[in-house]
């Protein structure tokens, strides 16, 4: 079963929700039955390059709240990461473009091993939550990159180059279509919609539920009438 989800790794209910869904799938003894398809999403694509600010800051900035307010509501967010198990810092994240790092992750997904853009994918999150790292930086990349056994010159030479800009764009574009306006965002194998980070149970349960309509749409399929280049189904 495939899940398709949208995502932003400066979105850190997009961490939370992918680390929940995963223990999901874990819990139930499904990791060889589903299959990620992770598309880009990004929450402020005229995000600056050069870092301008932190989390906290850009909060209180964007929603016109006191400096403590914003603390308060980002502490609460980093315990549910925290909950979650992951070492989430985001008060001293650095708010910068994620452009680059969504072109970084279709380059580990064009090598065709799963393992490879799960280890970019969850590097990236972890270097912009955990080591609070930015993002548009070359050196972030690189090493994100290294880590997860990418070669780093030709690392080096897809960020200076313009490709995968148009599979981030193109992604964005699908989004916009489906009326998706904020991440994370689930699609689960086409049989419906989850918008937000659900909890691991409301996971498991979107999960078996898709499943079953899965296997339903299946067998309904196995039974509908159709000619095919072998000939006509009775």
């Excluded at 994240?93 to 994620?98: D, F, G, H, L």
């Excluded at 799963?114 to 090493?143: I, Q, R, W």
């Excluded at 960020?159 to 989004?175: G, I």
């Excluded at 689960?188 to 349960?205: C, M, R, T, Y």
Aim: glycine share 6%.
């Amino acid at each position: 079963m495939k899940i398709t989800f949208w995502s932003d790794y400066a979105c850190p209910y997009c961490y939370i929700g992918e680390v929940r869904l995963r223990q999901a799938i874990k819990e139930l003894g499904l990791q060889d039955e589903i299959e990620f398809d992770a598309r880009a999403y990004e929450l402020d694509p005229n995000a600056p390059v050069a870092v301008m600010t932190n989390a906290v800051d850009r909060y209180a900035t964007k929603y016109g709240v006191t400096r403590e307010q914003a603390l308060a509501k980002i502490d609460t967010i980093s315990r549910m990461g925290q909950d979650a198990g992951i070492d989430f810092k985001y008060a001293s994240a650095q708010y910068t473009n994620t452009l680059d790092a969504h072109r970084l992750y279709k380059l580990a997904v064009s090598k065709g091993d799963p393992e490879v853009a799960d280890k970019v994918n969850g590097g990236l999150f972890a270097a912009y939550f955990t080591d609070n790292l930015p993002l548009a930086d070359e050196s972030t990349l690189l090493k994100v990159a290294e880590d997860a056994g990418l070669n780093r010159d030709e690392v080096r030479e897809m960020l200076a180059s313009n490709r995968f800009v148009d599979d981030v764009r193109a992604d964005e574009q699908e989004a916009a279509y489906k009326g998706v306006r904020g991440v994370p965002y689930f699609m689960f194998a086409g049989e419906f919609d989850v918008p937000g980070a659900l909890s691991v149970e409301d996971f498991k349960h979107a999960i078996m539920r898709a499943m079953k309509l899965q296997s339903a749409s299946d067998e309904k399929a196995a039974e509908a009438h159709q000619c095919g280049p072998d000939g006509c189904r009775l």
